[in-house]
């Protein structure tokens, strides 16, 4: 229509530029003669008379059909304003959604169930339910299209899971490749745009992780594939042809992925695979340093390094000894420059659970060294994150305060001079004081080193100070727990008189006591020597010594 209108209006202000003109030449040639004169003014008058008309139905063809560009209508000025306002960007940033190829055909047909089916049967009904899962739906742009198929597909996959979990002889070999093909078609796909494109520190209080939409039918796709990894019927050697380096390459890239459910089934899929493939192995552990490096030397982003350094923990635990060049390499490369990337607390929980895992217990300056970095580690670890070691890490605190050596106990105790630490101790008080109060109530009586004694005196100070209800609740529970010990102590006392008792009343007791020993117990091991055996006729025992003394008394 817009191309129809200007094409309508060219043609007039032709028109209307040689009228003009038409009537000016008549108008100069009347003055030489009437007849031109009358004919000129005629013809103009028509011509502009009709281009008046053409020109006023136009403009109102024009208003009636479209407004003008220079005056749009407020209330689409207010609806484009709204729609781009910060309400529904903030919606996107909590739920987003990947860039899935939505299928033409989203028509599903429930399918019979799979226990009902003959067993002859269930082959191809599992075969048949595996591509049916592979149909995908839309659940951002509208997630109530189509539910019916939606569910249908839901029902399925559960159905699968449950199949697969409780029965046996399930997983045949022409099972393998539509559970591959179906597990790919669903979940490797382009991720979205990340919601924190520059790379800022996620702050876990503050900023909200961006979960995926589909996961309705996302995570019974990765229960499957779990449960499918894990059967007695599977066989990595059949699997291989499928699950190859393209697959892993695959998974690998989805640890970017901004849903942290997503990511903890990665985590454990990932692992399984290493574990049952063999000829993947090296390739994993070299895909997984080509993350480390983009995500330390480049972009200094991505969503997935703690999980990838919980499976790394896995796969070091099991390296052999001597270790390899390459895992020295990835020492140097790869673990110690992670320290230098600015969003090092989101992954700082995996490496205070390292270091706790293989704790020195027999090397006190390396135990040192330990609470050095320990103590780095906690200045910028967000309180959220420091919820989740607390409990063990300050189990392994009150060890070190017990410490014999003076250094170990020393280094534990000048956490209570750190101001940030502190807070977080006041924050969490109710769980930390309980496990510290005993290992530092018996310290302060019994360590052997005096500068141990005021240490533990100013941190008992501060934990009073923060709550002193909660300190004396713990003083009183202390006092009664040393009580049950002692009553304990004098409950096994108590047995072992009687035992011993019950023993000195055993007739085979009196036996042994009245039966002499044997000095030697074999007749080769009997010395030849006469002057030997004479000395050893001779010999006296010691029993033979308190005998005769208590005789004699």
Known sequence: MPYKLKKEKEPPKSTKSTTKASSSSGSSSGGGGGGSSGTGKDGGTENSEEVQQQQQQQQQQ?????????????????????????????????????????SKNRELQKLPALKDAPPHEREELFIQKLRQCCVLFDFVSDPLSDLKFKEVKRAGLNEMVEYITHNRDVVTEAIYPEAVIMFSVNLFRTLPPSSNP???????EEDEPTLEAAWPHLQLVYEFFLRFLESPDFQPNIAKKYIDQKFVLSLLDLFDSEDPRERDFLKTILHRIYGKFLGLRAYIRRQINNIFYRFIYETEHHNGIAELLEILGSIINGFALPLKEEHKMFLIRVLLPLHKVKSLSVYHPQVIMGLLKFWPKTHSP???????????????????????????????????????????????????????????????????????????????????????????YNALKLFMEMNQKLFDDCTQQYKAEKQKGRFRLKEREEMWHKIEELARQNPQMLKDIKKEKVLLRRKSELPQDVYTIKALEAHKRAEEFLTSSQEAL
């Open 366 to 456: 390396k135990e040192v060294m330990f609470l050095n970095e320990l103590e780095e580690i906690l200045d910028v670890i967000e309180p959220s994150e420091f919820v989740k070691v607390m409990e063990p890490l300050f189990r392994q605190l009150a060890k070190c305060v017990s410490s014999p050596h003076f250094q170990v106990a020393e280094r534990a105790l000048y956490y209570w001079n750190n101001e940030y630490i502190m807070s977080l101790i006041s924050d969490n008080a109710a769980k930390i004081l309980p496990i510290m109060f005993p290992a530092l109530y018996k310290n302060s009586k019994s360590h052997w080193n005096k500068t141990i004694h005021g240490l533990i």
């Open 198 to 204: 520059t790379g800022a520190e996620f702050d876990p």
């Open 62 to 102: 024009t208003s009636n059909k479209r407004p003008s560009n220079s005056t749009p209508p407020p209330t689409q000025l207010n609806k484009i304003k709204y729609s781009g306002g910060p309400q529904i960007v903030k919606k996107e940033r909590r739920q987003s959604s990947s860039r899935f190829n939505l």
